[in-house]
């Protein structure tokens, strides 16, 4: 397997633009998450789905952040308008449905926004 | 309110040495922990998992503790090597098919 995959790697934009982010998860996980990785907060998670379903977004910052999960094998990250502070690098993962199995993550994108 | 720290932002051992890095937390009662590496410019790789009932896990070079009543986990790493350098983050499984709860990491370099 490939593991998680994420697109773009890295990502320069100018404020005010949108940006969508990209993930597909190991085949047969149910669950993946999205989380932010900055030097001041470490890591937080966004949002997660189960099976699909978005369970938790609590962790989104603002009603700029967006995330879907059409499918089993596929998200996004939307953010709309992008603003400097929203430079991170941003990292998907996913896992079984046994909550004590590993997470596995993507290697990131690396979002900067001037 | 709910904490995860670990002690050190950074650690610097000599090669050969004994790492030990902690995660202490507070207002959390987790069901397991899991400690994961992670290398500059990639995603946190998972190493070692160890449950509420469980006191000492080892794999290889490195042993986890994990202390309910104290509250924290060790994270040891024997004969250190160079090529052990990285970030380690501990994270707490709660309960239900919730997500990990991440600590910020020890950044640890491993000097010859």
């Known amino acids: 397997d490939a593991g998680v995959i994420q697109s773009p790697r890295h990502e320069v934009t100018e404020m005010g633009q949108e940006v969508t982010l990209r993930c597909k998860p190991i085949?047969?996980?149910?669950?993946l998450f999205w989380y932010r990785q900055t030097m001041m907060r470490g890591l937080e998670l966004l949002i997660y789905?189960?099976?699909?379903?978005?369970?938790?977004d609590s962790g989104m910052p603002e009603d700029r952040f967006s995330a879907k999960m059409p499918n089993a094998s596929f998200s996004t990250l939307k953010i709309q308008p992008s603003e400097p502070r929203d430079s991170a690098v941003y990292f998907c993962?996913?896992?079984?449905?046994?909550?004590?199995?590993?997470?596995?993550f993507g290697p990131g994108t690396r979002l900067t926004v001037l | 309110s709910q904490k995860i720290e670990q002690n050190s932002e950074a650690l610097n051992i000599q090669e050969g040495k004994t790492a030990t890095l902690t995660c202490n937390y507070t207002?959390?009662?987790?069901?397991?922990l899991q400690w994961y590496r992670q290398d500059p410019g990639r995603g946190p790789v998972f190493l070692l998992l160890i449950r509420e009932n469980e006191k000492e896990k080892r794999k290889e070079r490195l042993k986890v503790t994990f202390d309910t009543t104290l509250k924290q986990s060790l994270f040891h790493i024997t004969a250190s090597q160079p090529a052990d350098s990285a970030t380690y983050l501990c994270a707490l499984g709660l309960s239900g098919n919730t997500p990990l709860v991440f600590g910020k990491g020890t950044r640890l370099s491993v000097i010859a």
């Open positions: 789905f189960n099976n699909n379903v978005p369970i938790d």
């Open positions: 085949s047969g996980h149910n669950s």
């Open positions: 993962a996913s896992r079984t449905a046994s909550s004590t199995d590993t997470q596995y």
């Open positions: 207002n959390y009662s987790p069901a397991y």
